[in-house]
């Protein structure tokens, strides 16, 4: 069984910063990518970032481009996402995901994802 758990959630001001933190444990594999969505209340869940694991590339949801940065941890099966200048709007619980295997163009969608953290709570005030 894989174990996926996300830290690094809080609360901050407009134009703050966070650093999430994400690993995956357990019987982890092989593993294609990992990522991290976010939903707010009321609303989907939504992609947020993805970066696969045999050349690092990395994908990006048009709302966080410029500001957010994802990227693999030392450690085997981790990932962080570096979040600058947030704004209220990005006030969700963030998810973090891997993928067992899959293509490039699945990482944008929750379905291409195996296995999923509890969430951890990011709260922007204005």
């Known amino acids: 069984q894989v174990q996926v758990v996300e830290s690094g959630g809080g609360l901050v001001q407009a134009g703050g910063s966070l650093r999430l933190s994400c690993a995956a444990s357990g019987r982890t594999g092989t593993t294609f990518a990992m990522g991290w969505f976010r939903q707010a209340p009321g609303k989907a869940r939504d992609f947020v970032a993805a970066?696969?694991?045999?050349?690092?590339?990395?994908y990006y949801a048009d709302s966080v481009k410029g500001r957010f940065t994802i990227s693999r941890g030392n450690a085997k099966n981790t990932v962080f996402l570096q979040m600058d200048n947030l704004r209220p709007e990005d006030t969700a619980v963030y998810y973090c995901?891997?993928?067992?295997?899959?293509?490039?163009?699945?990482?944008?969608?929750?379905?291409?994802?195996?296995?999923w953290g509890q969430g951890t709570q990011v709260t922007v005030s204005s």
């Open positions: 995901a891997e993928a067992k295997w899959g293509t490039a163009g699945r990482l944008e969608y929750a379905r291409g994802y195996d296995y």
């Open positions: 970066v696969d694991w045999s050349v690092s590339n990395t």
